[in-house]
């Protein structure tokens, strides 16, 4: 008997995907398990296995379709064997009323549970309550053009897309215009937008254009963490966990976010929204692009449980198997980029949140170290070589303000500063 396939839901919040490339095409043999095709939910791209032995018999969705979880995409049978269409309930009724349709694009299958689900605008998507939660969007504003006129991401998009172009219009050089036709010369080479590519330019933008950003900066000396790391990695390694300096900046930014709770919250048009539960961010750099794995409940971890849950965040980030709701729910984000070289930088804020710790390399500097409170020279100053770091908080100066900015910093950098060798 013919075994459907169905587009899944990788996650709680995660309502449709999008089908980046079948690895199969029909009539290849196909065992149970192996990668069948790739989808994609905003930027991560996620191998599906197929539900079981047999053939591809057909294939329901082609390349590019944007398909809700639930609807059938594929049939996997015996060869010969006729394909069987998808049974009544899992077929859309006819709209019940004028001008309601089903999305266009999209696999006329719905999943088994939505038949108990409200049609139309009573139902709202967790991703639609959650957008809009966190926009202040008033959804009777919202024309919507899903099944029955329910709201769907794209229409909230779509919507704060047409608020934020009315407002800078009255901004120069802000206003969104058509682009231009692309004109490449002799020597140019058009690299076309990966997905991850455009979801990364989209985000930054939206970021720019919604928050307004600041930065401020500290040095630290981290001679105390360089001492309990080189005394402590390999013990650390044989637990399962490789002590790297971003474990230290999470454990150091928790403490920052425990004392200025503003920076671990959201800005809403009805007022500031501050998370009991601390969920970090850790920015992993990929060949094309850049993921933001979350570490959920930060807060409650020890140093070894940072460093393991970090290994195999980056671990599964960098081999592709990161699930949608990993990269979703954060609180504050940390961005290491030192470890390509950088001192500092001023990074973008990751809506909505709002703020984004930069952590710059550690390299050896030349310090003054004295006795004397004095900012004038004394004898009681010398000159040590110390391993150094520069911090930049970026923050969203409607939720806080320099002092309390400042206050985040000076924590962070206490702790890293008075942490125990």
């Not at 930027?43 to 599906?48: H, L, Q």
């Not at 930065?215 to 650390?236: G, L, P, Q």
């Amino acid at each position: 008997m013919a075994t459907v396939v169905r587009m899944p839901q990788l996650g709680e919040s995660v309502v449709e995907g999008t089908i980046l490339r079948w690895l199969k095409q029909p009539g290849d043999p196909i065992v149970k398990n192996e990668p069948l095709l790739v989808i994609s939910t905003d930027k991560i791209d996620t191998e599906v296995p197929a539900p079981a032995d047999g053939v591809l018999l057909e294939v329901r969705a082609e390349e590019g379709a944007t398909v809700s979880a639930g609807s059938v995409i594929a049939t996997i049978g015996e060869p010969g064997e006729q394909p069987q269409r998808p049974a009544e309930k899992e077929t859309p009724a006819e709209p019940k009323h004028p001008g309601q349709s089903p999305d266009a694009g999209r696999s006329p299958a719905l999943s088994p549970q939505a038949e108990d689900r409200p049609a139309g605008r009573n139902f709202i998507s967790p991703v639609v309550a959650r957008m809009s939660a966190e926009h202040g969007i008033d959804l009777s504003k919202v024309t919507g053009t899903g099944l029955g006129g329910r709201i769907t991401k794209k229409d909230l998009e779509a919507y704060l897309a047409g608020v934020r172009r009315e407002v800078a219009e009255g901004e120069e050089g802000a206003s969104e215009q058509a682009a231009a036709p692309t004109t490449l010369g002799e020597d140019d080479v058009l690299q076309p937008l990966t997905a991850m590519r455009r979801a990364i330019a989209q985000h930054m933008v939206l970021s720019k254009r919604t928050s307004p950003h600041v930065t401020t900066i500290c040095e630290v000396d981290m001679t105390n963490v360089v001492r309990h790391r080189e005394a402590n990695k390999r013990a650390y390694t044989r637990d399962g966990a490789v002590l790297t300096y971003t474990a230290y900046f999470i454990v150091a930014a928790v403490a920052g976010l425990r004392a200025v709770p503003e920076a671990n919250s959201r800005f809403t048009d009805a007022g500031i929204i501050l998370h009991r539960r601390i969920h970090i961010g850790v920015a992993v750099a990929l060949p094309d692009g850049l993921l933001v794995p979350v570490i959920r409940n930060a807060d409650e971890l020890s140093l070894a449980g940072i460093a393991r849950t970090l290994n195999d965040l980056v671990n599964r980030t960098r081999n592709g198997l990161l699930k949608p709701d990993e990269v979703q729910g954060g609180t504050f984000t940390i961005t290491n980029h030192g470890t390509g070289g950088s001192l500092f930088a001023t990074p973008i804020i990751n809506q909505p949140q709002s703020g984004i710790l930069g952590v710059g390399a550690i390299v050896k500097r030349p310090v003054v170290r004295s006795a004397s409170s004095s900012l004038l020279p004394s004898a009681d100053d010398v000159i040590a070589i110390r391993p150094m770091c520069y911090l930049s908080l970026t923050f969203d100066h409607r939720v806080m303000d320099g002092a309390q900015g400042d206050r985040f910093l000076t924590v962070v950098k206490q702790t890293l500063e008075n942490w125990e060798a």
